[in-house]
């Protein structure tokens, strides 16, 4: 998040520098989404993976949307969090092992990177709900309710499927 690296001379100028970290942290994401995908085994997880990625390029299209509601053009602050965030699912698609397990790391990582998500939209929801602009809150609250879906969705792959099938794969280890 770029949020020291700005000037801020009023609740605006934040929320257009949140929007912009936002924008860049889901436009990596369009990146990286096919590859957790593409490393997952469980078939559930495989789906909810690639219906996330229409999801979050829905996701940008909104902030784009949002950028044109308060007069601004979209751009992108880059936004390191989510670089990292990234680079630790990256990990988990590279490790080596029991396919199950790798399968809860990805969950894992998929999982901070909606916690960062939701943070970053109740914020920029709650700037742009105490500066009036309705049509903008609406925007951000229907993404914000997408990536807490996103999330249960996530836990209850892990709970009901992942979870148990990799503590099998431990106690046979």
Do not use: W
Request: hydrophobic residues 45%; proline residues 2%; aromatic residues 4%.
């Amino acid at each position: 998040m770029g949020l020291f690296s700005s000037e801020f001379n009023n609740l605006n100028d934040l929320l257009v520098n949140q929007l912009a970290d936002l924008y860049d942290a889901e436009t990596q994401l369009t990146d990286a989404l096919p590859k957790m995908a593409e490393a997952a085994t469980s078939s559930t997880l495989k789906a909810a993976f690639n219906t996330h990625l229409a999801e979050t390029r829905e996701h940008v299209r909104r902030l784009e949307s949002v950028f044109g509601q308060i007069g601004c053009e979209p751009k992108r602050e880059k936004c390191a969090a989510m670089a990292g965030l990234i680079k630790e699912g990256s990990e988990a698609i590279n490790a080596t092992g029991d396919p199950t397990v790798r399968d809860a790391a990805l969950i894992a990582a998929a999982q901070r990177v909606e916690h960062y998500e939701m943070a970053g939209y109740g914020s920029v929801r709650a700037f742009a709900q105490q500066l009036g602009l309705n049509n903008a809150v609406a925007t951000l609250q229907r993404t914000l309710d997408e990536e807490g879906a996103a999330d249960k969705k996530l836990t209850m792959i892990a709970e009901s499927e992942i979870n148990p099938a990799a503590s099998v794969a431990m106690a046979h280890a």
